[in-house]
């Protein structure tokens, strides 16, 4: 399969930015994503980068750069309801298949 | 509504039993998932489809079948269910590459 790593935890205070890295293989790369996943929750889809850049989504932003195989999502603002796992997920094509293959997750705590 | 639905919600069943989860959805999505997450290795793929009728493995596919007679929906089997398939199953859906999976609510199996 492919590797793709992002740290286990983090904690952050209510109100300031945090920055969760992802790095992944480049091989056969077409596009990242970044989901969040409240606990017990199903993942809901916040971000897609294809291009090298800074993607702006109001208090969410995210960043790709193909060649360094690295992204982050930068999260501002913090608020309690943040609390959550961020998951980075990149698609690959290759010998006529498409797969999309999820980081284990990282599980960020805001904290008052 | 428009939408990815799951069934059953949660299900308990014995070493050795046959079970089916089923996954429906109704945008017509061509490519449908499976995926396990399981804590410490996050979501991992079992199986996806591209359209009705063609079907294929993912990181984790032993002990699991599928099939896909119809776009809507794409069943997931457990032929003889073992304890390491204790787990959260989740169906997703999308376009295709560069489109974001849409995530049904997940089933909680438990093997006993």
């Known amino acids: 399969g492919q590797n793709i790593d992002q740290p286990t935890e983090m904690t952050a205070t209510e109100g300031a930015i945090v920055q969760i890295n992802c790095t992944y293989q480049?091989?056969?790369?077409?596009?990242l994503f970044w989901y969040q996943q409240h606990a017990g929750e199903a993942p809901t889809f916040l971000s897609y980068?294809?291009?090298?850049g800074l993607e702006e989504k109001g208090r969410f932003s995210s960043f790709l750069s193909r060649s360094k195989g690295y992204s982050y999502l930068l999260l501002k603002e913090l608020q309690m309801k943040d609390s959550a796992s961020y998951l980075c997920?990149?698609?690959?094509?290759?010998?006529?298949?498409?797969?999309?293959?999820f980081g284990k997750g990282t599980k960020l705590s805001v904290i008052p | 509504d428009a939408g990815i639905t799951q069934s059953p919600r949660y299900k308990i069943t014995e070493t050795g039993r046959q079970v089916t989860l089923m996954c429906h959805q109704t945008?017509?999505?061509?490519?449908m998932f499976w995926y396990r997450q399981d804590l410490g290795h996050g979501l991992r793929l079992i199986y996806y489809s591209a359209a009705a009728d063609i079907t294929d493995k993912g990181e984790v596919p032993d002990g699991y079948v599928v099939s896909r007679s119809k776009t809507e929906n794409f069943p997931l089997t457990l032929e003889s269910a073992t304890r390491s398939q204790t787990s959260v199953y989740f169906c997703a859906s999308n376009t295709g590459p560069g489109s974001p999976l849409h995530f049904g609510n997940g089933t909680r199996l438990t093997v006993t």
């Open positions: 480049t091989s056969g790369f077409n596009g």
């Open positions: 980068n294809v291009l090298d």
């Open positions: 945008w017509s999505h061509s490519y």
């Open positions: 997920a990149v698609s690959y094509s290759g010998a006529g298949s498409y797969q999309l293959t």
